[in-house]
């Protein structure tokens, strides 16, 4: 069993910036893929970014493939989400996933725990 706890969202004007934050527990942290999803009002909850749990490869939604950077410290049991020049759309309430296997990194159903989310809004 793994435990999520997102943190950093808030509240963050056209073109700003925020870093996301997921804490895990358990001791097997590395041997996770690590996902970013996001759910808007009203909408279905979408692929944001991903890395692997071997080499730490990444992936990204073209949404935001170029403003978003998604890295993990495997000593702290922790995932990040960088995101740059945010736009209005890009809010959402943002979770962490995480699944103890190699999958594809965009399909939802294959993450087997989930956090609770961090609010992120964009104001013009």
């Known amino acids: 069993q793994v435990q999520l706890v997102e943190s950093g969202g808030g509240l963050v004007q056209t073109g700003g910036s925020l870093r996301l934050s997921c804490a895990a527990s358990?001791?097997?942290?590395?041997?996770?893929?690590m996902g970013w999803f996001r759910q808007a009002p009203g909408k279905e909850r979408e692929f944001v970014a991903a890395?692997?749990?071997?080499?730490?490869?990444?992936y990204y939604a073209d949404p935001v493939k170029g403003r978003c950077t998604i890295s993990r410290d495997n000593a702290k049991n922790t995932v990040y989400l960088q995101m740059n020049s945010l736009k209005s759309e890009d809010t959402a309430v943002y979770y962490c996933?995480?699944?103890?296997?190699?999958?594809?990194?965009?399909?939802?159903?294959?993450?087997?725990?989930w956090g609770q989310g961090t609010q992120v809004t964009v104001s013009s």
């Open positions: 996933a995480a699944a103890p296997r190699s999958l594809r990194a965009s399909l939802r159903h294959e993450y087997d725990y």
């Open positions: 358990g001791r097997t942290f590395s041997s996770y893929t």
């Open positions: 890395i692997s749990r071997d080499n730490g490869s990444t």
